[in-house]
């Protein structure tokens, strides 16, 4: 069970961040993007596959911290020695996290009405922190740093996404020009953050050692990042 745990997580954090930055994106430099059944569309489909594969990898975290397989840790009812753990807390907080996410991605006028923002915000946000209480054996500097981290790379990522599958293919004109140059100006911001949260996580987490399993994904990491500075650059442009 320890392959599609990986699987499922890995799958669950993409979508989570896609969208939780699409959202941030959205809020900020694109409020007339919810007009569009494209966009209606887009939201409401990475949130239903974060709900899968949120689902499945609590269930799978289940079936590693009880050594049983996974057809039997799919049922909630199994999932009680979750919460004797940090990493299995947080998977659960994740998934009711995506379930109260639906209040604004179903109705995505909250999204863009300045009443309720922060509030449609407030559960992808959250899920996306949940990232840095992956490991049992991190301190609180461990968890800001990861919390940190996954902000920004969030953020980064899930506008990205936004502006490859949404905005360049709507049916707008001044609009979508709007919302590439948001993503211009949050691109260098969130970039940065991500590049000092991730050295000094890196640091901390390996001691320099980059021939150890966490070193080599560290390296891994590092020419994703130097790709993201690439498009930030050409998206400034």
Excluded at 77 to 84: H, M, P
């Amino acid at each position: 069970s320890q392959g599609p745990m990986s699987l499922f997580r890995l799958l669950s954090d993409l979508t989570v961040a896609v969208l939780f930055g699409a959202l941030v994106l959205i809020a900020l430099y694109w409020r007339e993007g919810i007009e569009y059944v494209l966009t209606v569309r887009f939201l409401r489909t990475i949130w239903m596959a974060g709900l899968a594969a949120t689902y499945f990898y609590v269930g799978s975290l289940g079936a590693v911290t009880e050594n049983k397989g996974i057809g039997a840790a799919l049922t909630p009812g199994s999932w009680g020695a979750l919460f004797d753990t940090m990493p299995g807390l947080a998977a659960i907080a994740r998934l009711l996290l995506l379930v109260a996410a639906g209040w604004g991605i179903l109705r995505p006028e909250r999204i863009v009405d300045p009443n309720s923002t922060m509030l449609a915000l407030a559960g992808p946000g959250v899920a996306v922190m949940t990232m840095g209480f992956s490991r049992e054996a991190y301190g609180m500097i461990e968890v800001g740093l990861g919390v940190a981290h996954a902000l920004a790379i969030s953020v980064w990522l899930g506008s990205l996404v936004l502006v490859a599958r949404v905005v360049v293919a709507g049916p707008g004109h001044e609009d979508l020009v709007d919302a590439v140059r948001g993503f211009a100006r949050i691109s260098p911001p969130v970039i940065g953050a991500a590049v000092v949260t991730g050295v000094l996580q890196g640091l901390m987490l390996t001691g320099g050692d980059l021939t150890s399993g966490h070193g080599l994904v560290t390296v891994a990491k590092t020419l994703v990042v130097a790709l993201m500075v690439v498009v930030a650059m050409a998206a400034r442009t």
